[in-house]
């Protein structure tokens, strides 16, 4: 019984040595791929609400209105913006810093919209980044989410631009160098210039949606995988290892063995638990 109990443990002590080394190995090839250290859970991206937005149209001759969807990102910590315009499908990657200038210009532009500070005679280009800039965001393109082949590490920059007599919060992603180009995978040297128009009630709904509060609890909605400290998994609070009896055979301790009726009227039986012929208990005479 206690070589068997050692047996046991030993055994427990090497599992759980391979389970971290397997967790190193896995975090390390996330890190790689993901930037690791920004890695909040092993999940797939989570849709948040949709916000919507302007874009300019095919001639660049007007803006309209399209649907953008969110996800959070948790392997990255990053919030994906996805939307089609001039034929192609752009994925716009923020990543914390990205989402906190959004945030706090979204809340800016609307100040300044309501104190009637937005200059209308500042050129696009101090206007379109007056609110500040983020580096490093991630941006793929292409005709559909399987062929991504336009790939760049852009800055982002916030503020706003007049069109016509309006004028709209924007985020704009400016010329930057395509890493596809390079690589064979796209035509295109450079990226085209991506600007987002939206007005105030779009751009504190964007604001709201990045607020790292509301992307942590999108968690919840989730079932993560978790560890016990025995090694077992849990999933959603309940044990899925079945309950062993403590002499360590592996007869569940929940299952009681049946005894064997006394035959013939003596006192005694033997019950078969797969370890031998254990007696019963003696009666009283």
């Known amino acids: 019984?206690?070589?068997?109990?050692?047996?046991?443990?030993?055994?427990?002590?090497?599992?759980?040595?391979?389970?971290?080394?397997?967790?190193?190995?896995?975090?390390?090839?996330?890190?790689?791929?993901?930037?690791?250290?920004?890695?909040?859970?092993?999940?797939?991206?989570?849709?948040l609400s949709p916000v919507t937005a302007q874009f300019s149209n095919f001639l660049g001759t007007a803006i309209e209105p399209k649907v953008v969807s969110v996800f959070f990102v948790p392997r990255s910590n990053e919030v994906l913006l996805e939307y089609k315009v001039t034929g192609n499908i752009y994925k716009l990657y923020l990543n914390r810093e990205a989402r906190d200038l959004i945030r706090k210009a979204a809340v800016q532009y609307n100040a300044d919209f309501d104190a009637v500070k937005?200059?209308?005679?500042?050129?696009?280009?101090?206007?379109?980044?007056?609110?500040?800039?983020?580096?490093?965001?991630?941006?793929?393109?292409?005709?559909?989410?399987?062929?991504?082949?336009?790939?760049?590490?852009?800055?982002?920059?916030?503020?706003?631009?007049?069109?016509?007599?309006?004028?709209?919060?924007?985020?704009?992603?400016?010329?930057?160098?395509?890493?596809?180009?390079?690589?064979?995978?796209?035509?295109?040297?450079?990226?085209?210039?991506?600007v987002i128009y939206m007005n105030k009630a779009q751009a504190l709904a964007l604001a709201d949606v990045l607020d790292e509060n509301n992307l942590l609890s999108s968690l919840s909605t989730v079932v993560v995988p978790v560890m016990n400290p025995d090694g077992y998994s849990v999933d959603g609070g309940k044990k899925t290892e079945p309950s062993f009896a403590d002499d360590g055979y592996g007869v569940p301790a929940a299952e009681s063995v049946p005894e064997a009726a006394p035959a013939d009227g003596e006192g005694s039986a033997s019950v078969e638990n797969g370890a031998g012929a254990v007696p019963a208990a003696e009666t009283a005479n």
């Not at 397997?22 to 250290?37: D, I, Q, V």
């Not at 082949?149 to 709209?168: D, L, Q």
């Not at 704009?172 to 596809?180: D, Q, S």
């Open 1 to 47: 019984m206690k070589r068997n109990k050692s047996f046991l443990s030993f055994s427990g002590k090497i599992l759980a040595v391979f389970f971290v080394v397997g967790f190193a190995l896995s975090s390390c090839a996330t890190s790689e791929k993901n930037k690791g250290e920004n890695f909040i859970a092993d999940v797939d991206p989570i849709e």
């Open 118 to 194: 937005l200059d209308r005679d500042l050129s696009y280009r101090k206007s379109e980044r007056i609110y500040g800039e983020a580096k490093n965001c991630h941006m793929e393109w292409g005709l559909s989410s399987f062929t991504m082949n336009g790939e760049a590490y852009p800055k982002v920059v916030a503020g706003y631009r007049f069109e016509g007599r309006n004028p709209y919060f924007v985020v704009v992603v400016p010329v930057t160098e395509n890493l596809g180009y390079k690589e064979g995978r796209s035509g295109m040297q450079n990226t085209v210039k991506q």
